[in-house]
């Protein structure tokens, strides 16, 4: 089966338990794009009532976190020397995994901590690798399940709201049109998510120094 039939079958077949295993999917090593799960699925919730779309989001974030949980302890349990070997390998090549990529998730890690597994959700090309670093790192399993947990969480809201919002203004009459039309937009959707959250962290930790900065006495 290829990825088009692969996508048609998804598409045609949603339901829980199919929002769920292909979002620990997406989540993990192995490439898979949640444009083609949640935006359908939540429009799909509008447009009969065999699906609910909060629900939707409970079950897409379950998976998120089932998919990263993969990944964290793989990299915990076989360490750095393996997972860039398997990054170099023609296997890791057809996950769409390699040095550059995992390289690249490492350095997020180490410029903004355990932080980046919440940041990190919310960008396309970190996203699926993020728990690697995490894992690598021996993040505490409570903290990485906390940021993961929120950082899916909100990003499966937004694709939740844009096939909402795919259904409320647009004509559209199957599941694979939504998930061409909310793949056009969910990246862009991502980086506006992100620097809003890079700037709310801002604010706050500018007003935490403030706060803190001790007064000098006169």
Known sequence: MDSAELFKWVLENLNYWV??????????????????????????SMADDS?????VVVFATIGADIGALINYYLARWLGRPIVYKFADSRIGHMCLIDREKVEHAEQYFRDHGSASTFFGRLIPAVRQLISIPAGLAGMR????????????????S??????????????LKTTNDVYVLATKYSHEIG????????????????KGLKKNKPTSEE
Not at 20 to 42: K, L, N, Q, R
Not at 141 to 156: E, H, M, S
Not at 191 to 206: D, N, P
């Open 19 to 44: 929002v769920t295993v292909f979002m620990a999917i997406e989540s993990s090593f192995i490439p898979f794009p949640s444009e083609v799960v949640v935006p359908p699925a939540a429009w799909k």
């Open 51 to 55: 699906m609910n779309i909060f629900l």
């Open 141 to 156: 399993l409570d903290k990485f399940l906390i940021y993961t947990t929120l950082g899916a969480g909100v990003w499966n």
């Open 158 to 171: 937004v694709l939740a709201l844009l096939g909402y919002l795919i259904y409320r203004y647009t004509d």
């Open 191 to 206: 980086y506006v998510l992100l620097a809003l959250a890079v700037i709310v962290v801002g604010i706050l930790a500018y």
